[in-house]
């Protein structure tokens, strides 16, 4: 028998997992079962359960790719010197969502998903971790950032590292929730509300 190449076996991973998003965002996980799966992505239910044991792992290896893009945002940002500043590192990250960069999907279908991925930690252990993990890689990913921006001498150096990366994270996740329920957000309104406030001069003219 022929040997299968890892090309394919990501590829194949890769339609398993956009069919599967595709379905959690048009019924949300509960109205989605693995035969609507299967029937989305046009495989057998063999070929579907070699990399996926169910929902759950799927779910979990959904939520675990979006941060792992985010990550690699922060890992690129924090090799340039000077790092982007976050107007700039935020709407690289959203437009890269928004934009099917992560899930291969319509903009608000991919924001519709990634707020029932929030949602689902409520009820699921296993992927509470996974937000978990990836929420604290964040954090840990802008307090290198803050460190880059004190040696670049773009940021004070009382500023709280993890006040800076809780205020991004929140601002990014409150972008992706207004898209996915009212549509039409831009990522430019994102960086051009950023910039304006950190225009801000607290001893300017009142």
């Known amino acids: 028998m022929a040997r299968v190449s890892q090309q394919h076996l990501d590829a194949r991973r890769r339609q398993i997992l956009t069919g599967a998003a595709r379905c959690f965002a048009r019924n949300g996980f509960h109205g989605t079962s693995m035969q609507d799966v299967l029937k989305e992505v046009g495989l057998s239910a063999g070929a579907v359960y070699r990399y996926f044991a169910g929902k759950d792992e799927l779910i979990a290896a959904i939520a675990d790719e979006a941060f792992e893009y985010i990550r690699q945002a922060f890992t690129e940002a924090a ?5 982007p500043t976050p107007d700039v590192l935020l709407g690289r990250v959203v437009r890269g969502v928004f934009t099917g960069q992560v899930y291969g999907l319509q903009r608000r279908t991919c924001a519709a998903l990634i707020v029932q991925v929030w949602a689902e930690t409520m009820r ?3 992927l509470a971790k996974t937000l978990g993990d990836g929420y604290a890689g964040m954090r840990s990913g802008w307090a290198e950032l803050v460190e880059a921006y004190r040696g670049a001498g773009l940021l004070r150096g009382d500023v709280v590292a993890d006040d800076v990366a809780r205020t991004m994270i929140a601002t990014a996740q409150g972008f992706i929730a207004q898209e996915a329920l ?3 957000v831009e990522p430019e ?3 051009s509300g950023l910039r304006g406030l950190m225009s801000i001069d607290p001893h300017g003219a009142g």
């Open 124 to 126: 699921n252990e296993r």
């Open 189 to 191: 309104a994102l960086e």
């Open 79 to 83: 090799a340039v010197s000077p790092p």
């Open 182 to 184: 009212f549509g039409g």
